[in-house]
């Protein structure tokens, strides 16, 4: 995905100080951020001018305590035209010598009233978001109970229809047939709608319908977590399928295994309520309360009272 810097700087509510079309269209190809604390010292052995440059107090006060010819000695090494763009966060009064610089060497200059490190940190988020590689996959995505559940299975038997069950249930469409998933970090997994999908499912014999115009906007979100996945196949008698819960199987998706739990289909049963169940009992588990540990548990204390008495 391709993120410029007016992208940022709109959705991270910056102010444009200095900054042309052309400079708000420039391309920002890395989520990283510098803070250059070295390089105002004059460090620049590992200076990577391609990321968005960051100035919080730290950085102001020390270039502040320059004269201005060092100052301006300092910001014409630091902004390359390869450089997006430079913040000034908490509303720090930004140097004549940063407007010069900034104006000669065609990179955008932006403020913001948020303190650094808070700043920092919805600038990394967003960017880590927009620049992780994506990869697409087949399913559907819906938000249950504020989790993020992946609804697999074979071609037909119904993904879609039990998307439309759940939204009816009160639960968020977030992708139907396409899901583009990409890992926020090494343990979390994000899943989005491709942008020509948004919104929309599916329905064998209805066509396609606009969720948004039909349920309203609560019932359908941009993102979310992939926490879960869930996959649908057609019941058969001599399938092996997990009663008990102490199944471990897991997928993995952009290097982020999460686990799946596999949901035999068949006439009469009510899938959107069972996977209802299986999003609830997987968030009970996180929060350390598991059924089927309990069963075991009085199931043993049942088998030693039977031999107990038995003997």
Known sequence: MKVTVKMLAEKIKLNVIYGNESLLNKEITTSDISRPGLEMTGYFDYYTSERVQLLGMKEWSYLMAMTSHNRYSVLRMMLKPETPAIIVSRGLEIPEELHQTAKENGVALLQSRVPTSRLSGEISWYLDSCLAERTSIHGVLMDIYGMGVLIQGDSGIGKSETGLELVKRGHRLVADDRVDVFAKDEESLWGEPAEILRHLLEIRGVGI???????????????????????????????????????????????????????????????????????????????????????????????????????
């Not at 996959?231 to 897991?250: H, I, P, V």
């Open 209 to 311: 319908i606009d969720v948004m115009s039909l349920y309203g906007a609560s019932a359908v979100k941009s993102s979310s977590q992939v926490q879960l996945a869930i996959y649908l196949e057609n019941y058969e008698a001599c399938k092996d399928f997990d009663r008990l819960g102490n199944g471990q199987e897991e997928i993995e998706l952009s290097g982020v295994k999460i686990p799946r739990i596999r949901i035999p289909v068949k006439t009469g049963r009510n899938v959107s309520v069972v996977i209802e169940a299986a999003a609830m009992n997987y968030r009970a588990r996180q929060m350390g309360f598991d059924a089927t540990k309990s069963f075991e548990k009085r199931l043993s204390v049942l088998i030693e009272k039977n031999g107990v008495s038995h003997d």
